[in-house]
């Protein structure tokens, strides 16, 4: 039925109806076997991420069921954060490596084996085998299968969401601003999550209209994706920072944190300006907006 509010339904039964979706398909993935097992993982932690949005959406509303379906999913993904992040960093150089002419990309040739060669034994391991770790991560969806049925919202219609969407919304304002004050890996890393769950709430609230919505959503999620690239690209360079000669000679490891860095130049350079765009608007003026959205969204139901 999608990842989106029903107008013919309650909030509360539209989110309860999103989480048991979510949480149907995470299992789903987990029991494929045909699905390959870096695939699943990236999978279930996207899914735990739309959960975690899903949740954050009617935050007050779920009163102190939030804290601990939140952590709940979080745990999920953190604890298959360890294989993802390997992956990611082979991802960001195969991109980077990309943009590069042949005889350039040969140079880096001996890092891209070492980065996958790493991957590649981080699951083999017996601390990160991922049959163990998505085995884990079902025990925990299963559980909370069982218990999404019994979601409680105090709140009804726009107020049961108003709450979350702006509280997500102002937090992203605030981070882009930090980020680049700042400069710093971690604080477009906590940008990025925010558009993530603004995002992910475009999404659930799309239906109220749909071809504005998906317009905003798409530029959302375009900024999200070159934050996350940016994110990736941060951990390959501090990686290369820590001065492993396995991974890499002095020479190489300078030359490519220089093209690692130019390119994380574009790619804020292209952030601010979408950033500019998506948080434009007051906190005040929005709510008010959406508000106006909700109700004649449910009077045309009518």
Excluded at 44 to 68: D, E, I, M, Q, S
Excluded at 121 to 136: G, K, N, R, Y
Excluded at 288 to 302: D, F, P, T
Aim: with cysteine; charged share 35%.
């Amino acid at each position: 039925m999608g990842y989106k509010l029903k107008r013919n339904k309650t909030v509360q039964k539209s989110i309860r109806r999103v989480g048991a979706e979510q949480i149907d398909k995470a299992i789903g993935e987990i029991d494929d076997p045909k699905l390959d097992r870096h695939a699943a993982v990236h999978q279930v932690r996207k899914r735990c991420k739309k959960l975690r949005a899903l949740v954050r959406l009617v935050r007050p509303a779920l009163g102190k069921t939030y804290k601990h379906e939140n952590k709940r999913f979080r745990d999920v993904a953190r604890n298959l954060a360890g294989m993802r992040d390997e992956q990611s960093m082979v991802e960001a150089l195969e991109r980077l490596l990309a943009t590069l002419d042949v005889a350039e990309r040969k140079k880096f040739d001996g890092v891209l084996g070492e980065l996958r060669a790493r991957r590649d034994a981080t699951a083999a391991s017996t601390e990160q085998d991922p049959e163990l770790l998505l085995a884990d991560a079902r025990q925990s969806l299963v559980k909370a299968r069982r218990e999404v049925d019994q979601w409680q919202l105090d709140a009804k219609d726009f107020q049961a969401v108003s709450g979350g969407f702006l509280q997500t919304y102002k937090r992203g304002r605030k981070a882009v601003k930090r980020a680049f004050r700042s400069g710093a890996a971690s604080d477009f890393h906590q940008w990025r999550k925010r558009v993530k769950y603004h995002t992910h709430h475009l999404r659930l609230l799309r239906p109220l209209w749909p071809q504005v919505n998906e317009a905003w959503q798409m530029e959302s999620k375009d900024l999200a994706d070159i934050l996350g690239e940016d994110h990736d690209l941060a951990m390959l360079d501090a990686l290369l920072e820590s001065g492993d000669e396995n991974l890499a000679g002095d020479k190489t490891r300078k030359r490519l944190q220089k093209i690692i860095q130019k390119q994380q130049q574009r790619l804020r350079g292209e952030a601010w300006e979408i950033g500019q765009r998506l948080h434009a608007e007051k906190p005040k003026a929005l709510k008010k907006r959406w508000e106006r959205y909700w109700h004649a969204w449910q009077v045309s139901a009518h």
